[in-house]
């Protein structure tokens, strides 16, 4: 907490099950909901990475093993909790993993659950942007899984991050690696598009105060960061901290499809489908809905977090 006293009430009883808790936004809702006090359950498919990322000494800490498409893991997961996050992600359809399956049945599934189990409060992660009319697959679906969670747990707290940076992410990181290895750097489209990055710790303190508030309304909440750039800036942004001088050439967005699907299939793709698709709108809060301020949280800079990944 940086900016403001932020009321912390004894949280002991009220658990709070985080499905996703081991991912890049998961780990760290979980490490602010313990922070403030909440016993944590982690829920995963693969609950040795939540020991191995959080250790095993803390007793109000507990890694479980679920499955978001299995009805029975999931209420499992729930029994006596207090709270629930979803911050389940899929990036690339395969198999039975599809969009539809992941953020839209199985989204519901969990607030389904939640309602059934006498969870109290439910958040769900979302993005900015994410619309049930889109043309793009990924944003409708997104867009349809916020209407089903809200179908079954009406009032369900949507938290919709901008892109979000950190250390670990696939977005800053990946776009630094790029800019130091290629003099000349292919943008996407003619880098017009905005874009308001997030840092994910705020997003995970964000998710952690929703919690801990006494709101229970249903609020949708978009969390962008403190400056607006367009792709161009951004990346000139970040060529400049990184002391790097480099050519920036536009792209046309139907290359970049042909690229992502080309590579969508290797283990961690440099670029997807269904970011190329992001990067053909805008990215940037509404000035009408709540987000970072309304919850005290003064977000922090890409310029400043990059000095600490330089
Ligand atoms: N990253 C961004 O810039 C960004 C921006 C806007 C919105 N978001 C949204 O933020 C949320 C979190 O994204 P993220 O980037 O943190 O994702 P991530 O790093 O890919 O983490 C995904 C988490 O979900 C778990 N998971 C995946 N499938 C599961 C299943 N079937 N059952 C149970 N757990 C499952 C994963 O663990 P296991 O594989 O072990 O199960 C992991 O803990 C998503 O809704 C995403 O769309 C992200």
């Not at 009321?7 to 979980?30: E, K, Q």
């Not at 992660?125 to 697959?137: E, F, K, N, R, T």
């Amino acid at each position: 907490m940086r900016n403001q006293t932020w009321a912390t009430t004894a949280m002991n009883d009220r658990t709070v099950t985080v499905f996703g808790g081991t991912g890049f936004l998961g780990r760290r809702v979980v490490r602010h909901l313990r922070k403030s006090g909440f016993p944590v359950r982690v829920a995963s498919r693969h609950p040795e990475r939540g020991n191995t990322l959080f250790g095993c000494d803390d007793p109000q800490l507990q890694s479980v093993k679920a499955d978001i498409h299995n009805e029975r893991s999931i209420s499992d997961s729930l029994v006596g909790a207090y709270g629930a996050v979803n911050a389940v992600s899929l990036y690339v359809e395969h198999g039975q993993e599809t969009f539809h399956s992941v953020h839209v049945e199985a989204a519901q599934r969990v607030a389904t659950q939640a309602h059934r189990a006498g969870v109290e409060r439910l958040v769900h992660v979302s993005g900015i942007g994410s619309d049930a009319a889109s043309l793009s697959l990924y944003i409708r679906k997104r867009g349809e899984g916020e209407l089903a969670t809200r179908a079954a747990f009406a009032d369900a707290t949507l938290i919709r991050p901008a892109v979000m940076f950190g250390p670990d992410d696939g977005f800053l990181t990946i776009i630094l690696k790029l800019l130091r290895r290629l003099p000349i750097y292919p943008m996407f489209g003619r880098g017009l598009t905005r874009l308001q990055p997030a840092y994910v710790d705020d997003v995970a303190e964000a998710i952690a105060r929703v919690l801990q508030g006494t709101e229970t309304r249903a609020i949708t909440y978009e969390c962008g960061g403190p400056r607006v750039y367009s792709y161009k800036e951004f990346l000139r942004v970040v060529a400049h901290e990184a002391g790097l001088r480099r050519i920036l050439i536009p792209l046309p967005f139907a290359a970049w499809h042909v690229l992502a699907w080309a590579v969508e299939k290797l283990p961690r793709p440099p670029v997807t489908r269904n970011q190329v698709e992001l990067m053909q709108a805008d990215n940037v809060s509404s000035r009408e809905m709540p987000g970072f301020a309304e919850l005290g949280i003064l977000p922090r800079s890409v310029e400043e977090i990059l000095q600490g990944m330089l």
